[in-house]
């Protein structure tokens, strides 16, 4: 994948300055195709009226080679090819987020397989859902983006159809993945989970292991402190383990009540 290399705003030219019009009549008429088979002037206007904050909104991460077909897409009117464009730039960046994640972690965090292939492979359903219970999705986000997801199926050259967003509609579109996506720097890293669950269990953690298990928390998601905040807890109260095991589980979780992470087990 190519990166656009200006890290300045796109300095999109005037849409006067650009005028296509007389290129695209040229086409269709050739083709002997009527000029309403791509978007009207007017549409085309209202979007490029949009596209310079859309692209600014867009991290510098996720800016490459899609989004600068899709500015082209948009100026010729081919809309539906500008959607394809738009939402696998988002999917692309939705992989990012999990793969910065760690597919380690995160395999241990859903329990169940995740690596490069897998991620390669999965469906856009699977991959939003996976992205809501890493908790780079909230319930919002879900929502609007699974909204795009139809809007794609439905408006996009991958799946071909008869009917052809407008203007505004294909505006909401780019808004929704640019605000919920493209534009969203969360990233999280993801938390060890089998490996702080085996090495609790080995025997009483020196101060230096603490503290790197305590860093990793902070950095860790709500969702995640959550779940650790439960393991924890099952792992206090269990009879069967030993007292060492007890007390890593009392420690870790009095050092991160003092960071406001989570509640200590004492509390309960």
């Not at 195709?33 to 009226?49: C, E, F, G, H």
């Not at 500008?82 to 760690?102: C, E, P, Q, R, S």
């Amino acid at each position: 994948m190519s990166y656009l290399t200006s890290i300045k705003p796109p300095n999109l030219p005037d849409f006067a300055e650009c005028d296509t019009e007389s290129i695209i009549t040229s086409l269709t008429t050739s083709l002997g195709i009527p000029r309403n088979v791509l978007a009207t002037q007017q549409d085309i206007k209202t979007v490029w009226s949009n596209l310079r904050s859309t692209l600014e909104n867009v991290k510098l991460e996720y800016r490459h080679e899609l989004l600068a077909r899709m500015v082209v897409s948009i100026r010729i009117g081919l809309f539906s090819a500008a959607v394809n464009d738009m939402w696998n730039t988002a999917i692309l960046a939705l992989k990012h987020k999990v793969k910065n994640f760690g597919y380690s972690e995160a395999a241990s965090f859903l329990k169940r397989d995740i690596n490069e292939k897998k991620l390669g492979e999965i469906r856009d359903k699977e991959l939003i859902d996976i992205c809501v219970e890493l908790g780079f999705l909230n319930d919002d986000s879900y929502f609007f983006i699974n909204n795009c997801r139809e809007i794609r199926n439905n408006y996009s050259s991958a799946h071909p159809s008869n009917s052809m967003l407008d203007g505004i509609e294909l505006n909401y579109f780019m808004h929704q993945c640019t605000k919920h996506i493209l534009g969203n720097d969360i990233q999280y890293e993801g938390f060890p989970v089998s490996d702080f669950m085996n090495i609790i269990k080995q025997g009483k953690m020196d101060s230096q292991t603490i503290e790197t298990f305590t860093e990793k928390i902070l950095r860790a998601n709500d969702l995640q402190k959550s779940a650790i905040l439960k393991m924890l807890f099952a792992n206090y109260v269990d009879e069967k383990n030993d007292e060492y095991v007890r007390e890593n589980c009392l420690i870790i979780s009095q050092k991160h009540g003092k960071h406001t992470v989570i509640m200590p087990l004492e509390k309960f």
